[in-house]
């Protein structure tokens, strides 16, 4: 894609950058340490959930993929 112009290096560079940055934060200490902790304490589906929700929001993926994952649309809310 870059050989066509359809992105320059600098949107290359910082695409690379960012998704580097998401599998750090993935493959990161907090995932292997905090779950065991939390799962002894929680049932299990709960904790998966919330570390799901806490890895994307620390990579900055986004708000709404954290309300896709609990189900919370904010168009509904006010019909309740």
Do not use: Q
């Not at 950058?17 to 990161?28: K, P, T």
């Not at 806490?54 to 649309?73: H, K, M």
Request: cysteine-free.
């Amino acid at each position: 894609m870059l050989l066509k112009r359809l992105l320059t290096a600098k949107e290359v560079l910082a695409t690379l950058l960012f998704l580097s940055r998401i599998f750090f934060r993935i493959l990161s200490e907090y995932s292997r340490h905090s779950f065991p902790l939390y799962a002894s304490i929680y049932p299990v589906k709960l904790v998966a959930k919330i570390t799901a929700a806490l890895l994307l929001y620390v990579t900055r993926i986004g708000r709404n993929n954290i309300n896709i994952l609990f189900n919370i649309n904010s168009t509904d809310n006010h019909h309740k």
